[in-house]
T-cell receptor, first 113, second 118 residues
Framework: DSGVTQTPKHLITATGQRVTLRCSPR?????VYWYQQSLDQGLQFLIQ???????AKGNILERFSAQQFPDLHSELNLSSLELGDSALYFC????????????FGPGTRLTVL | AQKVTQAQTEISVVEKEDVTLDCVYE???????LFWYKQPPSGELVFLIR??????QNEISGRYSWNFQKSTSSFNFTITASQVVDSAVYFC???????????????FGDGTTLTVKP
């Protein structure tokens, strides 16, 4: 158990809908990262937050947004969902943005029908 | 742009064989971190090792060892006396470091699926 929690574990929704994925980092970690893992794209870095502020951005679509709240939990919002958004979404956390190891949560499996 | 290449898509070995997973990376940064993660069939990502770009010492942890060679931009992972429980997808990753705006941004290889047969 990495100490990172993600909810929900599974999510099934329809195209065009909007969903919110939630992540709670390990106790004491200030950085949160979001990743998407799909069969055709592999493991892709989406976005990183550090102590509430966006720190680095990867291949995140404009339909996706994220934020980190004062209690350090983070949410990833996915809107206007398409079939291709079906993937496993991982959250990871670390103490500091670049120098520390990232510990991954169990992931949220999103299925868009 | 950063790139991580794991040329071996799938490897199959018989238990107790040694196996090496290759990882080659590209970056313009002088300061960076390299990682290996394991993803067993259950799906979670398990951290195995982190190495910073200034530390080229090889590391051994039980049956696992890592060979970092900056001159060839490689960070290879060897499992000695493999076991069935080692069957998983293994990812190599590169993370930007320092204080640039993308510090912490990680690039993953496509992964190598290792199957260890009894």
């Amino acid at each position: 158990d990495s100490g990172v929690t993600q909810t929900p574990k599974h999510l099934i929704t329809a195209t065009g809908q909007r969903v919110t994925l939630r992540c709670s980092p390990r106790s004491g970690d200030l950085s949160v990262y979001w990743y998407q893992q799909s069969l055709d794209q592999g493991l892709q870095f989406l976005i990183q937050y550090y102590n509430g502020e966006e720190r680095a951005k990867g291949n995140i679509l404009e339909r996706f947004s994220a934020q980190q709240f004062p209690d350090l939990h983070s949410e990833l919002n996915l809107s206007s969902l398409e079939l291709g958004d079906s993937a496993l979404y991982f959250c990871a956390s670390s103490a500091r943005p670049a120098t520390d190891t990232q510990y991954f949560g169990p992931g949220t499996r999103l299925t868009v029908l | 742009a950063q790139k991580v290449t794991q040329a071996q898509t799938e490897i199959s070995v018989v238990e107790k064989e040694d196996v090496t997973l290759d990882c080659v990376y590209e970056t313009r940064d002088t300061t960076y971190y390299l990682f290996w993660y394991k993803q067993p069939p259950s799906g979670e990502l398990v951290f195995l090792i982190r190495r910073n770009s200034f530390d080229e010492q090889n590391e051994i942890s039980g049956r696992y060892s890592w060979n970092f060679q900056k001159s060839t931009s490689s960070f290879n992972f060897t499992i000695t006396a493999s076991q069935v429980v080692d069957s998983a997808v293994y990812f190599c990753a590169l993370s930007e470091a320092g204080y640039n705006t993308n510090a912490g941004k990680s690039t993953f290889g496509d992964g190598t699926t290792l199957t260890v047969k009894p």
